[in-house]
């Protein structure tokens, strides 16, 4: 069984950062395949970023390329999100997924294909 603790979030204005954290267990976490997704009021769950185990080449959704950033930290079992000049439109509930085998590169996205998920954390970005 895989658990995953999402952290981090919060209120932020405009053009502010955040990093957000999921803390997963598990002894074979460098195994996984780790991303993040959210889902914004009345909207569908969207995909944000995810990496396999070896932590190259992270998969980024268009929407928040060159503004967050996906890494992980295979000693601390933790998996990261930097998010930079945060808008408005990024407000919503950040949920930390895993698959506990490695997905196909082009396959990141795909909800379906991860096991576990967090219980989300909130991102609210407002002036």
């Known amino acids: 069984q895989v658990q995953l603790v999402e952290s981090g979030g919060g209120l932020v204005q405009p053009g502010d950062s955040l990093r957000l954290s999921c803390a997963a267990s598990?002894?074979?976490?460098?195994?996984?395949?780790m991303g993040w997704f959210r889902q914004a009021p009345g909207k569908e769950r969207e995909f944000v970023a995810a990496?396999?185990?070896?932590?190259?080449?992270?998969y980024t959704a268009n929407s928040v390329k060159g503004r967050f950033t996906i890494s992980r930290d295979n000693a601390k079992n933790t998996v990261y999100l930097q998010m930079n000049s945060l808008d408005p439109e990024d407000t919503a509930v950040y949920y930390c997924?895993?698959?506990?085998?490695?997905?196909?590169?082009?396959?990141?996205?795909?909800?379906?294909?991860?096991?576990?998920w967090g219980q989300g954390t909130q991102v609210t970005v407002s002036s």
């Open positions: 997924a895993a698959s506990i085998q490695p997905i196909q590169w082009s396959l990141l996205p795909n909800s379906y294909k991860y096991n576990y």
């Open positions: 598990g002894r074979a976490f460098s195994s996984y395949a």
């Open positions: 990496l396999n185990w070896g932590g190259s080449l992270p």
